[in-house]
């Protein structure tokens, strides 16, 4: 019997080798961002049996790589990055927690063009290895350096100094971090992510430092003993979205000098801001004229006269989340509502106001 197969297997097989040569992304099952629940279930993959090294070989042209979830990875799983990695554009890492410095300096080694990281809980990355990626990588734009407790403001500075493309950093849950890595940062550092941090006035000035920043969330900021944290924030004369929630600490003072310096914002959270009184709420109603997005959900201070100062006011309004402001009135809602018409109020509170974050 012949075997051979025929001429039409033949153009399938090598259609399926090109495409496989050719391939630009590779995402492994074991990633946490494929929503299914084996990805979820399965123990972390052990890369000695999935052989990474092989598929590196196979797929020479990848410019996107995920190894997000593959918890057994350690830094000999990247060191095929030295010869496969060139053309590589974006690199998940999340919760590759046997990564350490060592497997870092592979990656930028291999991967000179690499403008995106996500480094989401590599606890055993440090600011070495960040020092390290930071002198190689000088294309890198975009960051993710959550829950990475052993980065300081040192390995941030390196970044920020070095990398003068950065667009894009989070550095959530690093209490290690204050910001004053920032200082001098580019202009093109328009996006920054800092919930549950211990930034300090001079790192939030930092953060500000370089002129172009438009989303900023500083949500959940631990209490500083000094003072209000946040009144440098006035300085972003190009900020569009503020998040607020749950700085529970932020006064009138720096609400209204935010509102007057920062008047190109479009959404801005601040639920649960429990210090924010009428002087506040006056300011926002006033000086917030391109406002389409404001969250008050569980402010205990706002009150009747708060909300008709926004009523009256940030005449661009279109949502307004509101629910659990105990201070407010049935009626004074009502009243909003009949003068504001093209206003929608929403009972929901949203933990994300930023959909098209670079790190989801």
Known sequence: ??????????????????????????????????????????KGLDFHTVHLHRLLMRFQH?????????????DSGLTRLLSYGSNLQKLNLDCCLKVTDYGLSLVASGCPSLTSISLY?????????????ATACLSLKCINLSYCSQISDKGLKAL?????????????HCESIRGVGFKGCSKSLTHVEAWSC?????????????????YLDVSCLSWYPLGDTLLGIRLSSNLKVLNFRMCRSVSDTSIVAIAMGCTLL???????????????WQAVGLYCQNL????????????????QALRDGCRSLSVLYLNGCVHVTPFALELFKSH?????????????????????
């Open 121 to 133: 809980r590599c606890i055993n990355i440090s600011d070495d290895g960040l020092e390290t990626l």
């Open 340 to 360: 504001r018409a093209n206003v929608c109020i929403k009972d929901e509170e949203v933990m994300c106001i930023n959909p098209y974050s670079p790190f989801r």
């Open 292 to 307: 389409k997005r404001l969250h008050v959900n569980r402010c205990r201070n706002l009150n009747d006269n708060g909300l």
């Open 1 to 42: 019997m012949n075997r051979e197969p025929s001429e039409r297997v033949k153009v399938l097989l090598r259609w399926l080798h090109i495409q496989n040569f050719n391939r630009r992304s590779l995402q492994f099952e074991c990633s946490f961002s494929i929503l299914n629940p084996s990805s979820l279930s399965r």
């Open 160 to 172: 920020t100094q070095r990398c003068r493309q950065l667009q894009a950093v989070n550095i959530s």
């Open 62 to 74: 990848l410019e996107s790589l995920s190894l997000c979830g593959c918890t057994e990875l350690n």
């Open 198 to 214: 211990k930034l300090n006035p001079e790192g939030v000035t930092g953060i500000i430092s370089g002129g172009g920043i438009e």
């Open 266 to 280: 479009e959404e801005w959270n601040l639920a649960l801001c429990h210090e924010v009184r009428i002087s506040g």
